[in-house]
């Protein structure tokens, strides 16, 4: 059965519902999500948006601490784009009916978070962020001219009618759906990952179709670790976040002995960018000392961190009374599928937005809070662009058939990235999971897998989350994207590419 749509967005968090509801009525749109509507990591997102809205704020400062976290590693201007683009961005998901936290007078409340020297996150229900970005987002595309179906697409249809391949529709649950342009916004790797602060069926799969499809893929050894998910024995998979934004109203890490630990490592001190924090907790834990944050001095915890203090009591912890057990956990994936600034990958007929998608906002190291609003800005850049003009229409060709990874598949795949694409990496541990990775039947998720650790041993430097123990500085001489495709015999292929910076 076919089904010819002009517009096939696949995924339902922030980006890909923003694409799709921005198309409504303007393209005859299918949204194809697989699991639950909008039940991606979306809606576990705590911190909040980003936006230089405060009386002391403007773009600029948020560009340059987002330049800062990104370690040189940014696409100056998709910077701009975002930054000048997040109030505007704002004023839609209020639009919308977004229920955002306000301050005694009215106004929305700011808080800040690691990396950002201004209070300019805005956040709902406390920390409970996402679930009110996708609430809103989910009702306004159930009320739209938007066809939702639950499926998952296993591959991409591919036209070779033509010498320049196009992409021309997906297959969804063994159904072939015909589109003029596939969006993918199919969210980050968490998935691929023993520990995660996303929901675990995350797991690469847009990055293996867009590498199948031919497509290139940019910045993937960027992982990021968020510094502090929760540490308690035998917890795994997708385990709760403790969000930063407590640290931004004065919560502090301190080791087991209740001595502080970021003080003297960092001018912004527990505020300091992510990756920082991140190196620093493992630094510490890796002594056998075990590391906490400690909030029990923030008077409001109940009402303004509902979320984390209900994840820690199902684990028995009061951070009321008592500091947390914490510990780093892969958190969001900077890099992505290669895309201009507005959304087109370099394979014709595809798009991506969101956490799969490389705009170059991030660069090495994602600043706090950027995430859902970089979703929401160039979602509606790219439904303006393909609402304007679409790619002509092709014969759909064969699709190119991948095996999906089995459940036993899945563990092999979470041990060789824990211990090869982890904080810490080497030339050494990068080859061996590597091979462990190759020996593994091929599915998007190993795909996605070797892209990673494949760019991860193509950057002989450390920057920004990118650490390596056997090149441990940053080199100057290194200010390279490396981009990954996918070789003749199915393997990824990283090489090192073009100036990290375009703009600068
Ligand atoms: C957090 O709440 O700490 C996470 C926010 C983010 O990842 O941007």
């Known amino acids: 059965m076919r089904d010819a749509y002009e517009v096939i967005v696949v995924g339902s968090g922030v980006a890909g519902l923003s694409v799709a509801l921005g198309l409504a009525g303007r393209r005859r749109v299918?949204?194809?999500?697989?699991?639950?509507?909008?039940?991606?990591?979306?809606?576990?997102?705590?911190?909040?948006?980003?936006?230089?809205?405060?009386?002391?704020?403007?773009?600029?400062?948020?560009?340059e601490d987002t330049v800062i976290a990104g370690v040189g590693a940014c696409d100056h201007d998709a910077v701009a784009v975002l930054t000048d683009g997040a109030a505007p961005g704002l004023v839609g998901l209020l639009d919308l009916g977004a229920d955002f936290d306000r301050d005694a007078e009215g106004h929305l409340a700011l808080t800040r978070e690691g990396g950002h020297h201004r209070r300019r996150v805005v956040h709902a229900g406390g920390d409970a962020t996402g679930a009110e970005v996708s609430r809103v987002l989910a009702a306004a595309v159930r009320d739209a001219p938007i066809d939702v179906i639950t499926a998952d697409v296993t591959d991409l249809l591919l036209s070779s009618s033509t010498y320049r391949p196009q992409v021309t529709g997906v297959i969804a649950d063994g159904v072939e759906l015909t589109a003029r342009a596939v969006v993918l916004a199919t969210g980050g790797v968490g998935g691929l990952y023993p520990v995660t602060t996303n929901p675990a069926e995350v797991a690469g799969e847009g990055l293996g179709l867009a590498l199948r499809a031919g497509a290139s893929l940019v910045d993937v050894e960027f992982v990021q670790f968020h510094p502090t998910a929760l540490a308690v024995d035998g917890i795994a998979g997708q385990i709760p976040l403790v969000t930063e934004a407590l640290r931004g109203e004065g919560a502090v890490l301190i080791d087991g002995g209740g001595a502080r630990i970021m003080a003297?490592?960092?001018p912004?001190?527990?505020?300091?960018?992510?990756?920082?924090?991140?190196?620093?907790?493992?630094?510490?834990?890796?002594?056998?000392?075990?590391?906490?944050?400690?909030?029990?001095?923030?008077?409001?915890?109940?009402?303004?961190?509902?979320?984390v203090i209900a994840a820690c009591g199902r684990y028995g912890v009061d951070p009321i009374v008592s500091p947390i057990p914490v510990a780093p956990a892969q958190h969001y994936l900077c890099g992505g599928i290669r895309t201009d600034l507005w959304g087109a990958t370099d394979v014709a007929g595809l798009y991506a937005v969101g956490e799969v998608a490389a705009t170059g906002v991030h660069g090495a190291n994602r600043l706090?809070?950027?995430?859902?609003?970089?979703?929401?800005?160039?979602?509606?850049?790219?439904?303006?662009?393909?609402?304007?003009a679409l790619p002509q229409r092709r014969a759909a060709g064969d699709a190119v058939a991948a095996p999906s990874a089995a459940a036993g598949d899945v563990a092999a795949i979470q041990r060789a990235m824990a211990s090869g694409a982890g904080i810490r990496r080497s030339a050494q541990q990068l080859a061996v999971s590597r091979r462990a990775i190759t020996a593994l039947p091929s599915s998007d998720r190993a795909l996605a897998a070797d892209a990673i650790l494949a760019a991860a041993a193509a950057r002989e430097e450390s920057r920004g989350c990118h650490w390596r123990e056997d090149f441990p500085t940053?080199?100057?001489?290194?200010?390279?994207?490396?981009?990954?495709?996918?070789?003749?015999?199915?393997?990824?292929e990283a090489a090192v590419a073009g100036d990290l910076e375009r703009t600068a």
């Open 268 to 307: 912004l001190a527990d505020l300091a960018p992510r990756d920082v924090v991140a190196r620093r907790i493992d630094q510490v834990r890796a002594t056998g000392d075990r590391v906490f944050l400690d909030a029990t001095r923030i008077t409001d915890l109940c009402d303004r961190f509902p979320t």
């Open 30 to 63: 299918a949204l194809v999500t697989s699991g639950e509507f909008a039940g991606g990591s979306t809606r576990w997102a705590q911190g909040g948006l980003a936006a230089a809205i405060g009386a002391d704020d403007r773009p600029a400062l948020h560009a």
């Open 368 to 388: 706090a809070s950027n995430s859902l609003i970089e979703g929401a800005v160039f979602a509606r850049r790219l439904a303006d662009r393909l609402a304007s």
């Open 474 to 492: 940053t080199d100057a001489t290194f200010q390279r994207h490396v981009v990954v495709r996918l070789g003749a015999d199915g393997r990824c």
């Open 264 to 266: 003297d490592v960092h």
